[in-house]
């Protein structure tokens, strides 16, 4: 697999107007890709956390995040992207120029338009585990469809774990959450929990994929997921998810097969179960 991928026509629209930008200690710039496939994170754009000159940027993160995850009651305070990501890993994303975006969106980062900054439009985040090379992904955050740019945050979360040098990726997400859909194209998912009362929200699933280059590329082309055959559907409420959970504990591999099916009783996910 080629190392710069031919990317597809909406991840082109997006480089059009937008850059790349990265949130981490200088100290740590040179553990980091800082070109992931060929697209060079510029030079002003590399933010150092621990400096006063970026006070204004990451009070821009802040308000992506909370207009991403902010009507979920899931925002993170500035606290917890210092503590959490900007010190031990690196925010990474994509910015754009104030003159490029709505009006609503430079009202809500307070820029005017001829401004000579980044603001950034994408956020992906992901912390080092104790695992080496496996990152747990606990961000990832667009307002891409306020900017008219499809598939940003599917762009932006295929660049950080190149940055990032990821072997492998852990997350959770939602059963009934938006971000599955986009989670799904690094598939196929493995799933370590489908029922998790360690989480705020016990209708959260804990997933696994790949990030090896050939992966990466067949997103960045938006090329579809490979196809999984299940072997059963499970409806997404308590009962079946923590039937479901139940198999997992006892060995059973489980992946996560395809889209979830809408039916007259409930919504089901196509799983492949493998004992």
């Not at 597809?8 to 981490?24: E, K, N, S, T, W």
């Not at 993160?61 to 995850?69: G, K, S, V």
């Not at 599917?154 to 852990?170: M, N």
Request: aromatic share 8%.
């Amino acid at each position: 697999m080629a190392a710069n991928p031919e990317l597809a026509r909406i991840y082109q629209d997006a480089l059009r107007i937008c850059r790349p930008f990265v949130v981490a200690p200088r100290v740590h710039w040179e553990h980091l890709d800082l070109a992931p496939f060929g697209i060079k994170v510029p030079k002003n754009l590399r933010i150092d956390p621990t400096m006063l000159a970026s006070q204004r940027f990451l009070t821009w993160i802040e308000r992506l995040d909370a207009q991403t995850f902010g009507p979920q009651a899931m925002a993170m305070e500035r606290w917890v992207f210092y503590d959490c990501a900007e010190w031990p890993s690196a925010l990474f994303g994509l910015a754009a120029r104030p003159k490029d975006v709505s009006p609503s969106l430079r009202e809500r980062f307070e820029v005017a338009p001829g401004e000579k900054v980044w603001v950034p439009l994408s956020l992906h985040v992901a912390i080092p585990t104790v695992a080496p090379g496996e990152f747990f992904e606990h961000n990832v955050g667009s307002l891409g469809r306020d900017a008219g740019l499809k598939g940003l945050g599917t762009f932006t979360k295929a660049l950080g774990c190149r940055l990032l040098r990821a072997r492998s990726l852990v997350g959770a997400a939602q059963w009934n959450g938006r971000a599955l859909h986009m989670h799904r194209r690094f598939g196929p998912l493995e799933l370590l929990t489908a029922f998790t009362p360690a989480h705020s929200y016990p209708r959260t699933m804990t997933y696994r994929h790949g990030t090896d280059a050939a992966l990466l590329a067949r997103v960045l082309a938006d090329a579809p997921p490979p196809a999984v055959e299940s072997s059963q559907h499970v409806r997404v409420d308590e009962r079946g998810l923590t039937a479901l959970q139940r198999r997992i504990e006892r060995g059973d591999r489980c992946v996560l097969a395809g889209p979830l099916v809408e039916r007259p009783k409930g919504l089901y996910a196509p799983v492949r179960v493998e004992r």
